[in-house]
């Protein structure tokens, strides 16, 4: 049926009046763009602009921050994770953005998390043992898991600064080797500088 003067206007003000400027279609390119959004992903869904959606479409081949972003606050968070802190490049979800943000202000263990298992392992690390919770990174975190089932000395550690200690002592005199906690491991280097006697002792129980 063909629309006399008066009617499109009409129409043209209703369309006007209820949407926004940026949703109208300007061509039946961008028509056919949002009717596809309707049923494609998330964030063609969201796109409220020709911009938007030209964006969103880019993002599906883009890196994984960008595609898990669901609308154009998140595409923007994510932009600009790209230039910014590990934790935040190795966000692939919205959630992930969201818990690394937050750990930037949280723990040492949280802050030196590089990816989302990073980040999963530090924050079981806070309920797990003291070598754990001690280590600043991921390298830390490493050799503290590896030293729970190590010897006596490392499994003892408590800080950084107690496990190269006992890696030291591995390779060490006879009575750091046989320290078992850290206690040990002071009286045996004391005794490395005293008397004959201590220093000829070979486990914390003197000969």
Do not use: V, W
């Not at 390119?29 to 479409?57: C, R, V």
């Not at 972003?69 to 802190?85: G, H, P, R």
């Amino acid at each position: 049926m063909d629309l006399d003067n008066r009617s499109i206007k009409q129409l043209s003000r209703f369309l006007l009046y209820n949407f926004p400027s940026s949703l109208l279609s300007t061509s039946t390119t961008d028509f056919a763009n949002f009717s596809i959004a309707d049923f494609a992903s998330p964030q063609l869904k969201s796109a409220t602009s020709t911009t938007d959606f030209a964006n969103f479409s880019t993002a599906e081949i883009a890196s994984p921050q960008l595609k898990s972003a669901t609308s154009t606050t998140d595409f923007a968070n994510f932009s600009t994770a790209e230039i910014a802190s590990p934790q935040l490049k190795s966000a692939t979800s919205t959630t992930d953005f969201a818990n690394f943000s937050t750990a930037d202000f949280a723990s040492p263990q949280l802050k030196s998390a590089t990816s989302t298992t990073d980040f999963a392992n530090f924050s079981t690390a806070d309920f797990a043992s003291p070598q754990l919770k001690s280590a600043t990174s991921t390298t830390d975190f490493a050799n503290f898991s590896t030293a729970e089932i190590a010897s006596p000395q490392l499994k003892s550690a408590t800080s950084t600064t107690d496990f190269a200690n006992f890696s030291t002592a591995d390779f060490a005199s006879p009575q750091l080797k046989s320290a078992t906690s850290t206690t040990d491991f002071a009286n045996f280097s004391t005794a490395e500088i005293a008397s004959p006697q201590l220093n000829s002792a070979t486990s914390y129980i003197l000969q």
